[in-house]
């Protein structure tokens, strides 16, 4: 809960001063350039192909209209040939009935006598108040709904005269009017929402993205200060437990001091480190064996102040060389030692480094494996994600850093190769060599 309410404030903090298009990368413009363009392109293809369908429908719907049209034509003839004959009335009223779209058949003089599909019942005005309507002056609200109704049909389609037959003499009986189905309307409305809703995801995408940078951004100078804390801890406090130590025998003095300048070049190693990460690396030929080497050796000095009963071992390849800064590349190897000791879980622990050279890919690949206690998919999954970390006291800072100054200063790889729940954990690095 504590977790949320903070990202609910970074959240709300960063939407307060918030520009949409504060892109400081120009590939993200460019993103969004074509993102809008093919969103643009796919509203107006949609359009054109639902304006196709529309116009092919409203075609079906005249030829059905034509079709009652003479049906009905066809009906009331034989009424008026048979009027007594209720059996080809009731087929008139079925094949009134069953009409599909919305229309209004209507006397010469514009009296409904029959609708369908507009919404309103078929029986909301009975024949004999419609036999004493005078349309011109009535004031019956349905009647007048109705006439207004086919009055719009008429400013889409023309109405369809139905005549009837007696003898050689044809008459115009009454016009059905027709409309288009209301689902039209729905049709014709379907780009613009498609476009509408692509337009609000991909804004609340980038929204999204912003907020999440901007909360990152916010997190990281806190993690980046305790972390730097934390890297100076260890040779301050050996610098202090010396100066406590000439106190009670001087004769150490020699031996503490050339401790302490370890310990301060240590220091001004890690100022450094700190110092690059927002600059450019000092990139040069650098032999990876030998960088190696001295982290190796400076953690199996340690291990025994660390409290851990651990062995550490390296096979090296030899000479290889790589495009890469000193500084950094240490930094790497030493965050991965220090975290395979971190996850050490057992009382005889082994981590093993290991370096080889892949001539054919021009390639150096690190491998760092241990017996800790491993990790779960999930886990490896978010190793390297800023802020995780699997131990009571930690930053979760060592391993993002590892994988930005790998993959984003040196144009490398490091992940996960291997990991088991108590087996232990194999990290790699890969590296590009100098031909």
Same mark, same amino acid.
């Given at each position: 809960?504590? *977790?949320?309410? +903070?990202?609910?404030?970074?959240?709300?903090? %960063?939407?307060?001063?918030?520009?949409?298009?504060? /892109?400081?990368?120009?590939?993200?413009?460019?993103?969004?350039?074509?993102?809008?363009?093919? @969103?643009?392109?796919?509203?107006?293809?949609?359009? &054109?192909?639902?304006?196709?369908?529309?116009?092919?429908?409203?075609? !079906?719907? $005249?030829?059905?209209?034509?079709?009652?049209?003479?049906?009905?034509?066809?009906?009331?003839?034989?009424?008026?040939?048979?009027?007594?004959?209720?059996?080809?009335?009731?087929?008139?009223? +079925?094949?009134?009935?069953?009409?599909?779209?919305?229309?209004?058949?209507?006397?010469?003089?514009?009296?409904?006598?029959?609708?369908?599909?507009?919404?309103?019942?078929?029986?909301?005005? !009975?024949?004999?108040?419609?036999?004493?309507?005078?349309?011109? %002056?009535?004031?019956?609200?349905?009647?007048? =709904?109705? @006439?207004?109704?086919?009055?719009?049909?008429?400013?889409?389609?023309?109405?369809?005269? @139905?005549?009837?037959?007696?003898?050689?003499?044809?008459?115009?009986?009454?016009?059905?009017?027709?409309?288009?189905?209301?689902?039209?309307?729905?049709?014709?409305?379907?780009?613009?929402?498609?476009?509408?809703?692509?337009?609000?995801?991909?804004?609340?995408?980038?929204?999204?993205?912003?907020?999440?940078?901007?909360?990152?951004?916010?997190?990281?100078?806190?993690?980046?200060?305790?972390?730097?804390?934390?890297?100076?801890?260890?040779?301050?406090? !050996?610098?202090?437990?010396?100066?406590?130590?000439?106190?009670?025998?001087?004769?150490?003095?020699?031996?503490?001091?050339?401790?302490?300048?370890?310990?301060?070049? +240590?220091?001004?190693?890690?100022?450094?480190?700190?110092?690059?990460?927002?600059?450019?690396?000092?990139?040069? %030929?650098?032999?990876?064996?030998?960088?190696?080497?001295?982290? &190796?050796?400076?953690?199996?000095? +340690?291990?025994?102040? /660390?409290?851990?009963?651990?062995?550490?071992?390296?096979?090296?390849?030899?000479?290889?060389?790589?495009?890469?800064?000193? =500084?950094?590349? %240490?930094?790497?190897?030493?965050?991965?030692?220090?975290?395979?000791?971190?996850?050490?879980?057992?009382?005889?622990?082994?981590?093993?480094?290991?370096?080889?050279?892949?001539?054919?890919?021009?390639?150096? /690949? /690190?491998?760092?494996?241990?017996?800790?206690?491993?990790?779960?998919?999930?886990?490896?999954?978010?190793?390297?994600?800023?802020?995780?970390?699997?131990?009571?006291?930690?930053?979760?800072?060592?391993?993002?850093?590892? *994988?930005?100054?790998?993959?984003?200063?040196? $144009?490398?790889?490091?992940?996960?190769?291997?990991?088991?729940?108590?087996?232990?954990?194999?990290?790699?690095? =890969?590296?590009?060599?100098?031909?």
């Amino acid at each position: 809960m504590k *977790k949320i309410k +903070r990202i609910t404030k970074a959240s709300t903090r %960063s939407l307060k001063n918030f520009n949409l298009f504060d /892109l400081r990368h120009p590939w993200l413009k460019f993103v969004l350039l074509v993102t809008l363009l093919t @969103i643009t392109g796919v509203g107006v293809i949609s359009y &054109v192909l639902t304006q196709k369908v529309i116009n092919d429908i409203i075609k !079906s719907e $005249e030829v059905v209209a034509q079709g009652y049209a003479s049906l009905i034509t066809f009906f009331t003839t034989q009424v008026a040939q048979n009027p007594s004959d209720e059996k080809i009335f009731n087929e008139g009223k +079925r094949i009134i009935a069953s009409i599909p779209i919305p229309v209004v058949i209507t006397e010469p003089d514009g009296k409904p006598r029959a609708w369908r599909n507009i919404g309103i019942g078929p029986d909301a005005v !009975s024949s004999e108040e419609l036999d004493i309507t005078n349309i011109e %002056s009535t004031d019956n609200t349905v009647i007048l =709904e109705i @006439i207004q109704t086919y009055k719009k049909m008429d400013k889409i389609n023309d109405p369809i005269p @139905i005549y009837v037959e007696v003898g050689e003499v044809r008459l115009t009986a009454a016009y059905l009017h027709y409309g288009n189905p209301p689902f039209l309307r729905t049709i014709n409305l379907l780009p613009i929402i498609q476009t509408i809703l692509l337009i609000t995801l991909l804004f609340t995408l980038l929204i999204s993205l912003r907020i999440a940078r901007s909360w990152e951004r916010d997190n990281i100078w806190m993690i980046m200060a305790k972390e730097t804390a934390h890297q100076l801890a260890t040779p301050l406090s !050996s610098i202090m437990g010396w100066i406590e130590f000439f106190g009670a025998d001087k004769s150490t003095i020699d031996e503490g001091l050339e401790s302490i300048q370890r310990d301060l070049a +240590r220091m001004n190693n890690i100022i450094r480190r700190f110092s690059r990460i927002g600059t450019s690396p000092t990139m040069m %030929s650098v032999d990876l064996d030998e960088i190696i080497k001295n982290s &190796v050796e400076y953690f199996s000095k +340690r291990l025994p102040s /660390l409290g851990h009963n651990v062995s550490l071992s390296y096979t090296p390849c030899g000479l290889c060389h790589v495009t890469g800064d000193t =500084e950094l590349l %240490s930094w790497v190897i030493e965050n991965i030692i220090k975290n395979s000791l971190d996850a050490m879980n057992k009382d005889n622990g082994e981590i093993s480094i290991s370096l080889e050279r892949e001539s054919k890919k021009n390639k150096a /690949l /690190l491998r760092v494996s241990d017996n800790g206690k491993g990790m779960t998919k999930k886990q490896m999954q978010k190793v390297f994600d800023l802020g995780y970390t699997s131990k009571k006291y930690g930053w979760g800072m060592g391993l993002t850093l590892a *994988k930005r100054i790998v993959e984003t200063m040196h $144009e490398g790889r490091i992940y996960v190769e291997s990991s088991r729940p108590d087996y232990g954990t194999v990290f790699a690095v =890969e590296l590009k060599t100098v031909s």
